[in-house]
Structure formats: C-alpha cells, structure tokens
C-alpha cells in the first residue's frame, strides 16, 4: 500500500524584501483574479524529472532547499491592497510542505499513475498566494528511495520559460550530488524586486510611454466585431485540439533559413494566410505574446516575464511575400513593445470593446536548440485535450514541446472552428512548413490545402 506523508524544504539565510510587483506578476495577478474561483491549465505550470538512483530523501531535499534560496520568486508570497493591486514579500527564511508518496516493491500501482495523481493536484486548486508558497512539490520514492519529483509553480512565481530553466536547473543539480561533484552555481539573473525597481525607474516609464502609444495605433484600427460564426458552436463552445510532430520542426527551421528570417516569423506567416482565408474581413486583431527574454540578464530569470502585444494584422495582402514582411514587422514591433505597466493599458482600454481574435503565443521557438543525436521520426499525433464554455478569443495558438518534437496546440471557437477545421487548421500548418522550405508558396495555396484536409484530406484522426 502506498504511504503519504510530509515533510519540508527549510531555506535559510536568504534577503527579506517587499516590491510592487513586476509588471508580468501584475498582468498575472489580474488574470488570475479575473476567473477565480476557476483555475484555468495555464495558472499552475506542471513538470516532473527524474531523481538519479542512490540518491536519499535527504539528498532530494538539501537540492530543493537550495533551489528555493537560489530563486526569491519561489519563496515570495503576494498579498492584495484594498486597491486591488498587491505587493510582494521574498521570505528570508521559511519551509515548504512537500508531499512524499513511497510505494512497496509489491504495489501494483505504477510511477505513471502516482505522476498522474500528482500533477492533477498540483493544478486543481487555486494557490492561497497570501500564504502559500507558489510552488507545490510531490515526491515518489520506491521503499523509500526517491525515484521522481513533481512540480506544481503558480504562474506568479514562473512563465513556461522560467519553469523549463527550473527543471533544467534541479536536474543537474541532483546529477552532481549523485555524482559526488560539486553543485553548478546559479546562473545570473536578475530578481522580480530588482526588475520591480528598474521597471519603476524613469527608463521603465519610456518603455510604457513607447509601448503606449503602439497600442493606440493599433486599437485605433481594429475591426469592430470578430470573426464571423461558420458553424453551429459546440457546448462546451471551445475546444483544444493539438498536434505533436517531429516533422514540423525540422520544416519550420528549413524555411526560416531559405527565406532568411524567424522561425516565429514563418509561423505567423501561416497563420495569418489562414486567417486571410478564413475570414473577409480586411483586417484582424492578433496578439502576441511575447517572453520579454532579450536582456542577457533576463535569460535565465526565475519569474513570469510574458506579455501580450495587442496588434493588427492586415489580411488583403498580395502574396505570401507581402505576408512574410508583414510578419517580420510585427514580430519586431511586438519584441519593442512587450514591457509596459498592464494598469495603463487597461486606462487606454477602458472605453474600448476589443473584438475577439487571434493570439499566438509562440514557446516552442525560444527553446535551446538539441543536442542530442538525430533519431528516426515518429508519426505526428493528434489529440484533443481540453473543453471549456468560455475564453475571451477566437483563438489561441500555443507552441511548445521539445526541440525536436513540436506540440503546436489550438483552442479555438466551435461558432468559428468546427473539429474538421480546426484538426485542418493545425495539419495545413505542418503541410505548408514543409512545402516552404523546398521553395515558394502561393498565397491562396494555404487555403487550398486548408479546405482539401477541412473535407477528409489525409492527415488527422483521434477522437474529442
């Protein structure tokens, strides 16, 4: 029978600060709040690793003790103003509740299932930030030899970039203990109250004065309504579908470097020509979602620095050139305009009805490249993950996954979207990826593509 108990990661020795939240925190904050009591996927971020063997439950949590000292957002916790804002206290000292589940050599019950059971908990309920830590950690040891740890971190302490560095960080941090070799130091980067306190400086107000103005220009051009229903919705009315490939990277790269540009920029370039496709209107509203990971400073920083660049994104364009130089120009404007104050854009919102669009939300392409040698490719996947009755957009493009295995995710509007379209939404970008680096493509071919996978092309399968 498996046992669960508790014990902690006790930090000591670390600074005790209290800061305004970073203008990221702030953006999550009122996320947050704006759908309690519901927690959407997106509020907990879930990883799990591996423990190397010989390694004891000590060991474990010496490295997660350190862990927390290392990082001030994982031991900070937030708390609301009568305002509605809400400030920040990093904990000098302090312990973390972490969960151990040891399961005898004659349970039936696999690691996958303890995993499973794990990471659900860690993304059911909504963090108490006022007392709780933002992070939650499972521990599964076999007999009581630790074998995996699971990560549940609020998107208050962490984006997904931030979480990925801290899974990297953890994991090699055990490897040299059950090495016998010294621990790799942190990496620097800067703190939320740093950034806090140069967000707050006079160089931080031209961010927001520049990031501003770039919103007014484009909200002034935005359409008045959203796309146009094509189908009866579905209840719940949105639905994620998701592809996982490994040919989607290898084309994706191909084509960046044959047309001498981003790999954010070719993807944005076929999703624009589908929504050139798939809606009459001239224009289109798209966010984008940027890592605001550009200062050397900010590469390996443990917080949640992401922010959405509300833009325009023009649909009677000529050809697929003409689209390519659009995209390019959006992406660098979005990079330039990422960092701003969420409270101000909403003043410069505040008499405005923003109609539902498209927000792309591109990870996959700020992961460090693999270095691992090359395998055989596996087929691509489709799935269907989540259901829910309502999001503020028509559509929401995710990339993430591997280096080498891309998952590229849509949650879309079944009014919008039927499940046809939408499985051909994602397959028609796989398809003209790799048709884009063997050589140009015409404009309307994406929509030819799109419409022949749309009525039973080849591609697809699963089931909602």
């Known amino acids: 029978m498996i046992t669960e108990s508790t014990v902690q990661a006790e930090f000591h020795g670390g600074r005790s600060r209290v800061a305004p939240l970073t203008w990221g925190q702030r953006g999550t904050w009122d996320g947050i709040h704006e759908w309690l009591p519901e927690v959407k996927p997106f509020f907990v971020l879930t990883r799990w690793l591996d423990v190397p063997l010989l390694l004891s439950l000590g060991d474990v949590l010496e490295q997660l003790s350190e862990l927390l000292l290392r990082h001030e957002s994982l031991r900070t916790l937030f708390h609301a103003s009568p305002r509605g804002d809400a400030t920040q206290e990093v904990l000098a000292s302090g312990a973390l509740d972490v969960t151990v589940f040891d399961r005898p050599a004659d349970d039936p019950v696999d690691f996958t299932s303890i995993v499973t059971d794990c990471l659900v908990r860690a993304g059911a309920t909504a963090f108490d930030h006022d007392k709780e830590l933002p992070v939650r950690i499972s521990l599964a040891l076999h007999e009581g030899?630790?074998?995996?740890?699971v990560l549940g971190v609020s998107h208050m302490a962490a984006d997904h970039t931030g979480v990925e560095l801290l899974v990297a960080e953890l994991t090699a941090m055990l490897r040299a203990r059950a090495d016998g070799k010294p621990v790799p130091a942190p990496k620097p980067a800067v703190q939320p109250v740093d950034l806090a306190t140069r967000q707050n400086s006079p160089d931080g107000q031209l961010l927001n004065i520049?990031?501003?103005?770039?919103?007014?220009?484009?909200?002034?051009?935005?359409?008045s309504h959203g796309p146009?229903?094509?189908?009866?919705?579905?209840?719940?009315?949105?639905v994620r579908g998701e592809i996982e490939s490994d040919a989607l990277p290898v084309a994706l790269r191909a084509a960046a470097r044959r047309l001498r540009t981003t790999t954010s920029v070719v993807l944005l370039s076929i999703t624009t020509g589908l929504l050139r496709h798939l809606c009459p209107e001239p224009v289109h509203r798209l966010d984008v979602m940027q890592s605001n990971r550009l200062a050397p400073d900010l590469f390996d920083a443990v917080t949640t620095l992401n922010q959405a660049v509300k833009t325009v994104v023009d649909l009677?364009?000529?050809?697929?050139?003409?689209v390519l130089r659009q995209s390019a120009a959006t992406m660098t404007a979005a990079k330039r305009h990422a960092r701003y104050d969420g409270r101000l854009a909403a003043e410069v919102l505040r008499d405005v009805v923003l109609p539902p669009g498209c927000q792309i939300n591109d990870m996959w392409s700020t992961l460090p490249r693999s270095r691992t040698k090359a395998v055989p490719p596996t087929p691509t996947t489709l799935s269907w993950p989540e259901r829910t009755p309502h999001e503020d957009m028509a559509l929401y493009l995710?990339?993430?996954?591997?280096?080498d295995r891309m998952r590229l995710s849509l949650m879309a509007d079944t009014a919008f979207l039927t499940l046809d379209d939408l499985r051909a939404f994602l397959f028609t970008v796989e398809r003209i990826a790799a048709e884009l680096a063997d050589g140009d493509v015409e404009l309307d071919r994406i929509g030819e593509?799109?419409?022949e996978l749309a009525s039973g092309g080849e591609e697809g399968g699963g089931a909602v």
Do not use: K, N, Y
Not at 145 to 149: A, S
Not at 228 to 238: D, G
Not at 316 to 322: G, N, R, Y
């Open 316 to 322: 009677d364009v000529p050809d697929f050139a003409a």
């Open 145 to 149: 030899i630790p074998v995996l740890v």
């Open 449 to 451: 593509v799109f419409t």
């Open 228 to 238: 146009a229903a094509r189908a009866v919705p579905l209840s719940p009315r949105f």
């Open 398 to 403: 995710d990339t993430g996954g591997t280096p």
């Open 210 to 223: 520049e990031a501003m103005r770039h919103l007014r220009e484009h909200v002034a051009r935005m359409p």
